[in-house]
DNA sequence: AGGGTGACGTTCA
DNA sequence: TTGAACGCCACCC
């Protein structure tokens, strides 16, 4: 057997977004740099639309470098990012997030 | 095999 | 501070 097993990137991805603590966020290059990726933070982005359906992935908790949601403001998603980031004592304001939750 | 794309990041104006 | 343009690099068609 050769082929073990290709540990499959968005797995990994999803797997260092999972580790992120609750009340912090993290930026999609910091998960990218995580997961090994390097500067592919796009993909992280790619990986977390391809999440697989009943996941627990706290896709909410990661942002943008500059602390800015990473949809448009007014948009469903967005509404619902921000809700959920508010719930785990996340200030967002203006569709940012305070720098304080940055550096964890 | 090639080209376009993107839940980003950084720099310039 | 905000906005626009360019750069990166793997994935998809």
Sequence with gaps: MSD???PGKDQKIWQVVAAIPPGKVAS???????????RQARYIGRALGKLPRG????????I???GQIAFPQGSDIYHEQVSRLQ???VEVVNGRVAMKQFRW
Aim: aromatic fraction near 10%; charged fraction near 25%.
């Design 4 to 6: 073990e097993q290709e």
């Design 28 to 38: 999609y290059g910091q998960v990218a740099e995580m997961a090994g990726l390097g």
């Design 55 to 62: 996941h627990e992935i706290p896709w909410y908790r990661v």
């Design 64 to 66: 943008r470098s500059n």
């Design 87 to 89: 719930a785990e004592g």
